[in-house]
């Protein structure tokens, strides 16, 4: 059974570990292994991901003593991070942890929810009632992606 929770400080090793799992193995159906290392890199700044867990609300889904996935929610609407474990792929983790965030934005009194979607997380997003706003290419550590501006509005 899922429980979701609010970001620990001593969660942030399992976050990283998470993300760089569901780029690896997940994203690798639309990406190249050259964006996937820009994206993930094996080596990543634990002290820059504190700082951002720290500074918004961040909503961690666990499974016992497995992290499972996590999400978070800027002041303004904005969805940064949202990664599931491989694991748990189609499960529902994406879809509990996202209930969590719009709630939070409801309370908030933000009009919208806006993200930058991979093309992994674009249909996962169009479910939730999203629309694309603008297709983009964005840079990364020295490689180029696709993604998705996409928005739904509150």
């Not at 994206?39 to 909503?59: F, G, H, M, Q, V």
């Not at 908030?108 to 930058?116: G, L, T």
């Amino acid at each position: 059974m899922i429980h979701i929770r609010l970001f620990e400080t001593e969660d942030c090793d399992a976050m990283i570990t998470l993300f760089q799992r569901s780029v690896h193995e997940v994203a690798c159906q639309h990406y190249n292994p050259d964006q996937l290392a820009a994206w993930a890199p094996k080596e990543i700044d634990r002290e820059s991901w504190l700082k951002r867990c720290l500074s918004r609300p961040t909503w961690l889904a666990w499974d016992g003593d497995i992290l499972a996935g996590f999400i978070d929610l800027e002041a303004d609407g904005h969805l940064d991070l949202l990664y599931v474990s491989p694991d748990y792929q189609g499960q529902g983790v994406a879809k509990a942890l996202y209930h969590e965030v719009e709630k939070q934005a409801r309370c908030n009194k933000n009009k919208s929810i806006f993200v930058e979607a991979s093309l992994s997380a674009r249909p996962f997003f169009e479910k939730q009632g999203f629309h694309v706003q603008t297709r983009q290419t964005v840079e990364r550590n020295g490689e180029t992606f696709i993604n998705f501006k996409m928005g739904k509005s509150l």
